[in-house]
């Protein structure tokens, strides 16, 4: 079965400082990974996935991801975070052959402090 | 230039009323979603449709019923309302099955 799990619910970073929010998957087969973001009150936006390709995937708001297979992982990094990132994030996964259902993670609050 | 839309935004309601809530898209897509999000913020699939047809319906109670009456639109309609049903719903649309769904707003449902 498709799980995935972010193990932190909450990530506190200064303003400017790297940021990184982490989420590890497990598929049967080749895992289709995303991250959202839902900020109070909103839907969720959507960041970046990875599909196939370059491990390292590059969304919005100068977001990027990891794809690491060994690891199981896909955590979600910004080199520099700023007050307004300051969110709900959501990982979710789809294994690549499943149907059109998307797992979501228990989602992890970031809080940025200025 | 809204691309995925619900009303209403906030729902408060009774125990045993019926309700529906609307989910439209402009994106021309073709694959409807609704999620149901707790007060834990878990986010789990209830239905989606392609081009007006079922494809999935997870283990939902039978109160819940969505009605696709174009490609544009998938409302939830909600029988018999009971407490353990407040949530937020969100209705998403993808181009095609297992491209990336994009979210609406969101429904707050309060069941008093």
């Known amino acids: 079965a498709q799980s995935v799990a972010q193990p932190e619910d909450q990530v506190n970073v200064a303003e400017g400082n790297p940021l990184t929010v982490k989420c590890t998957y497990s598929?049967?087969?080749?895992?289709?990974l995303f991250w959202y973001v839902q900020y109070p009150n909103r839907g969720l936006q959507f960041l970046l996935k990875?599909?196939?390709?370059?491990?390292l995937v590059k969304g919005s708001y100068g977001f990027e991801a990891e794809f690491n297979k060994s690891q199981t992982s896909f955590h979600l990094k910004k080199p520099s975070a700023l007050v307004s990132d300051s969110a709900l994030y959501f990982c979710?996964?789809?294994?690549?052959?499943?149907?059109?259902?998307?797992?979501f993670g228990t989602g992890t609050r970031l809080q940025v402090f200025p | 230039d809204t691309a995925v839309s619900q009303t209403p935004k906030y729902l408060v309601t009774q125990m045993g009323n019926d309700k529906s809530i609307k989910c439209e898209q402009n994106?021309?897509?073709?694959?409807m979603y609704w999620y149901k999000q707790d007060s834990k913020k878990f986010l789990k699939i209830m239905f989606s449709?392609?081009?007006?047809?079922?494809?999935i319906n997870e283990t939902v109670p039978n109160r819940f019923s969505p009605k696709s009456p174009d490609k544009a639109h998938l409302n939830l309609h909600i029988n018999s309302l009971e407490l353990g049903d407040s949530a937020v719903y969100f209705c998403?649309?993808?181009?095609?099955?297992?491209?990336?769904?994009?979210f609406g707003p969101g429904t707050r449902l309060l069941v008093l």
């Open positions: 998403a649309s993808s181009r095609v099955p297992r491209e990336t769904q994009y």
């Open positions: 979710a996964v789809r294994e690549e052959a499943s149907t059109d259902k998307l797992i």
């Open positions: 994106l021309g897509h073709d694959t």
């Open positions: 449709y392609n081009n007006k047809e079922l494809i």
């Open positions: 598929v049967s087969g080749n895992p289709y």
């Open positions: 990875y599909i196939t390709g370059d491990n």
